[in-house]
């Protein structure tokens, strides 16, 4: 991965609740039995179209740093590994860790 923010041990990701310890990007992403297998799986065989985007390796690692979820749930692979999706031909979208140049959004379905 490219340009992921490592943090100092003193430093806490913005909205990091001081009662709990804050985990490593490396604890986070380095989990026996990853979700993202599973959760790919389903989303393949979904009975809608689901189009995954692509993510941003620096905002993906910046959310889990954030959110200090593992890849080990859906929540956390979903997040680390896409930038959202467009379920259902864009009727819903569901926003992961997009490139900074999509300022956020998803892209608009056609």
Do not use: I
């Not at 986070?28 to 979700?35: G, K, N, Q």
């Amino acid at each position: 991965m490219q340009d992921t923010p490592e943090r100092a041990p003193d430093q806490r990701p913005a909205g990091a609740c001081d009662d709990f310890p804050v985990r490593e990007l490396s604890e986070l992403t380095e989990v026996d039995e990853p979700a993202w297998p599973l959760l790919e799986g389903e989303l393949r065989t979904a009975k809608v179209p689901v189009e995954v985007l692509d993510a941003d390796p620096g905002q993906a690692a910046a959310t889990l740093l954030r959110t200090q979820v593992t890849v080990r749930s859906y929540l956390g692979a979903f997040l680390f590994r896409t930038g959202g999706m467009l379920v259902d031909d864009g009727w819903l979208r569901v926003y992961g860790s997009p490139p900074p140049t999509t300022s956020g959004a998803c892209p608009a379905s056609p």
